[in-house]
C-alpha cells in the first residue's frame, strides 16, 4: 500500500464523515462532550459488534471483503465521534498524531508477543 493511497482514502473517508453530519444536521456545538459520546457509544458499540462476528464467523463463511467492511464501518463511525467532540476532538487527534509521530526506534521497541510499540526502558 503506497502511503499516498492510503491519505487520500481516508482524507475522502472523513469528508464523507463531514458531509454527511452536515447533511443531517448534526453538527451541533453545543452538547457537552460527554452527552455527545454517550448518546453516540451505541452506534459504535454496534459497529464493533459486527465486526466482532463478522471475524468470528465459521471459516467457510468468511469473507475478507465483508470483514473489510464492517472495520471501515468502525472508523466511518468513530470519526462520527470525534466531530461531536468539535474543536476539542480536532486538537485530542492532532496530540495522538503528534504524541505517535515522536515515537521513534531510539525511543520505543515492537513487543512482537503483545504486537504493540512499547517504551524502552532508557
Known amino acids: 500500500m ?3 493511497n492510503f491519505v487520500t482514502t481516508v482524507t475522502k473517508l472523513a469528508e464523507s464523515v463531514y458531509d454527511f453530519h452536515k447533511r443531517w444536521d448534526l453538527l451541533n456545538t ?3 462532550y460527554y452527552l455527545s ?11 464493533i459488534r459486527e465486526l466482532s462476528f463478522e471475524y468470528n464467523k465459521n471459516d467457510k463463511d468468511k469473507s475478507e471483503i465483508l470483514l473489510c467492511q464492517e472495520a471501515a464501518d468502525v472508523l466511518y463511525v468513530a470519526l462520527g465521534n470525534m466531530i461531536g467532540l468539535n474543536k476539542e476532538g480536532l486538537n485530542a487527534m492532532n496530540q495522538v498524531s503528534e504524541k505517535n509521530n515522536n515515537k521513534t526506534i531510539k ?3 515492537f513487543d512482537k508477543n503483545l504486537k504493540k510499540v512499547k517504551k524502552l526502558n532508557i
Not at 459520546?37 to 459497529?47: K, V
Open 2 to 4: 503506497k502511503r499516498e
Open 37 to 47: 459520546i454517550q448518546e453516540r457509544e451505541e452506534l459504535l458499540m454496534e459497529e
Open 107 to 109: 525511543t520505543h521497541f
Open 30 to 32: 453545543t452538547k457537552s
